[in-house]
């Protein structure tokens, strides 16, 4: 029982880790695209941070930004695949925050 509970506290200094070290990123991210606002990378990358960070709906207009403005194709697979799961994180986030209002 001892090294569940460890194994717990553990996972959970990992997830709050990450969590700060996404909204460092996401910040980061966002200050380097104000000086770099056509850099598709940094937009897929700010699209990364942002789920990372729970903002769903940020991260799905990230990605959208990434797609237009890439120009390498070897990047093209990758993006696509993180639009597709980028817009069911959305939609799975809008659904929950509309069962959220109907219960009581």
């Given at each position: 029982m001892h090294h569940r509970a460890l194994m717990c506290w553990l996972n959970w200094e990992l997830h709050r880790a990450c969590s700060q070290l996404s909204q460092q990123s996401y910040e980061a991210l966002t200050e380097a695209l104000a000086y770099d606002p056509k850099n598709a990378e940094l937009w897929y990358n700010r699209s990364s941070a942002s789920r990372?960070?729970?903002r769903f709906g940020q991260s799905l207009?990230?990605?959208e930004h990434a797609i237009e403005l890439n120009t390498r194709s070897e990047l093209t697979e990758q993006l696509t695949k993180e639009l597709r799961s980028c817009r069911k994180m959305a939609e799975a986030s809008i659904y929950h925050r509309r069962l959220d209002h109907f219960i009581i």
């Open positions: 990372f960070t729970s207009r990230d990605i």
